[in-house]
């Protein structure tokens, strides 16, 4: 488990920043930023998990004529490694990210 624990810390800092929401059995990962969206899949397969889809659902204004896209990323919560995380979203996490007025 000592293998795993950069993944999770990672997964704590995105639940924290609101990056990384848990709904029902999957987690949901929002960013701009292709670079995190890469480190997401890299801590995913430190603890054998797997992206399950990607998609563009937005835009994000970054002044008066930039944007950029919003991207989601759905995994599967596995059992059991998941549940560590899984509690830690419960328990400081939220159930929208921090893109969510815009994605919707």
């Known amino acids: 488990m000592q293998a795993d624990r950069p993944a999770i810390k ?6 924290r920043s609101q990056h990384l929401i848990c709904q029902g059995q999957d987690f949901i990962f929002e960013t701009i930023d292709h670079s995190q969206l890469e480190r997401f899949d890299a801590c995913l397969k430190m603890i054998d998990w797997h992206v399950r889809s990607v998609r563009a659902i937005g ?5 008066p004529r930039r944007t950029f896209k919003i991207l989601r990323v759905e995994a599967a919560v596995p059992r059991p490694k998941g549940l560590e995380i899984q509690r830690y979203w ?6 929208k990210t921090r ?5 919707a």
């Open 99 to 103: 893109f969510s007025e815009i994605s």
């Open 10 to 15: 990672q997964f704590q800092s995105w639940i």
């Open 59 to 63: 835009n994000w204004p970054m002044g």
């Open 90 to 95: 419960a328990e400081r996490g939220s159930f």
